[in-house]
């Protein structure tokens, strides 16, 4: 029966700028926030949430250590954990690239290099062995270097653990300098600005991402309403939207917005949303989660 009101907060992807937009949420005393995008980001707000009260739902944080080392029982995810993404990604490569030359490379953000870590993890213990590993920088433009090295090494396949930006750069750079070793990579490359920077050059990348939630019946209504203005609800937008529904149906539950009354709410119920049943574990974490991996293909990525 609360009027919701909305208070926006942009934090750069710099963790230090996300804690500052934490503590101008905390003096607002909004008692719930749905971010960060990023795990570098996520992971030191949720200590500020934690200490002022704040529930913290995030729909695309996926280092592991964001709920591992929660000390306030006050964050979740809509989305799943590197460690459940990057053993999809490991057993792909080592099943599809077995005695091939794999370089794995990310972006030293806690995204990134966890995933990439995650990867090389599953990789290895289904006995394939990464022929290169390497960090880049977010932000950097120019990889030949990086290229010319992977050139040189008769790399077969590139996994990337990272955003879109660097993403799309990496391989169009690649192709541009005749590399033509496979390119995947895990869902932070899920928007259509991945393609925008590759052009052709994104043809035949694959990724891991959740079954697209704008498939399912449950989502049919809120997709629909978002066409008809004009806007194709990709990437992380249900889940987002899923998160908000979550967090309204437990403090209805708990007929509370209190932090402590709201998290027992979610951990001890299941949640009927746009991208399904959703429950969560003592962590935070969703009970059941699910990668597949898609193609991209003119402009356009769909499930494999």
Known sequence: GRQVKIEFGDD????????AVANQFATKKVPFVLGHFNSSVSIPASDVYGEEGIIQITPASTNPALTDKAKFGNVFRVCGR???????????????FAG???????????????????????????GLKEAMYEGVTTGDKDFSALVSKMKSAGIDAIYFGGLHNEAGLLVRQSRDQGLKAAFLSGDGIVSKEFWSITGAAGEGVLMTFDPDPRKFPTAAKVVEQFKATGYDPEGYTLLSYSGVEVWAQAANLAKSLKKDDVAKAMKGNKFQTVIGELAFDAKGDLTVSKYVWYVWKNGEYSEM
């Not at 750069?12 to 804690?19: F, L, N, T």
């Not at 590197?82 to 599809?96: E, F, H, P, R």
């Not at 990310?106 to 995933?115: A, E, F, I, Q, V």
Request: no cysteine.
């Open 12 to 19: 750069a992807s710099d963790p230090k700028q996300g804690v």
């Open 82 to 96: 590197d460690d459940q993404q990057g053993t999809v990604a490991g057993q792909y490569l080592s099943k599809n």
């Open 100 to 126: 091939k030359k794999v370089a794995v490379i990310h972006d030293k953000t806690s995204y990134g290099k966890g995933l990439a870590d995650e990867t090389v993890k599953a990789m290895n213990a289904a």
